[in-house]
């Protein structure tokens, strides 16, 4: 659905058009090289920003009432593969700390803690 043209000199011609959803699958990619902050089409794109580009593409469609579901499934599996290609290994294992066991951490930091002496 999104083929590719290595030697496209713009992010718009990233996309051939042969591609399903033309229009889209273009936007998607001027939405990501813009949102990598990308000044060629060799500069790195980052998981973060990619996965924004996308939202922000896939909310202003909708808004618009031109996203129906099958463009909205293509803009989900361009999601999934910036998850698969951009996602570095340790995002998958952030710890996450109870509100209940940040409150008595902090709170014993706290008491421990004297002023003026």
Known sequence: MLPVEPD?????RLISSHAA??????SAAVAIYNENNCR????SVHHY???????RLKQQRQESGELDV????????????ANTLLMKPHEDF???TPV??????LA???GGRRRGR
């Open 108 to 110: 014993g930091q706290s």
């Open 49 to 55: 920003p990619t996965l924004d580009a996308l939202g």
């Open 94 to 96: 952030i710890a996450l």
């Open 21 to 26: 959803y033309l229009d889209l699958a273009r």
């Open 8 to 12: 496209a000199p713009t992010p718009e």
């Open 70 to 81: 099958t463009a909205a499934d293509l803009l989900e599996s361009l999601g999934q593969a």
């Open 100 to 105: 209940s066991d940040q409150r008595a951490t």
């Open 40 to 43: 060629s089409l060799e500069d």
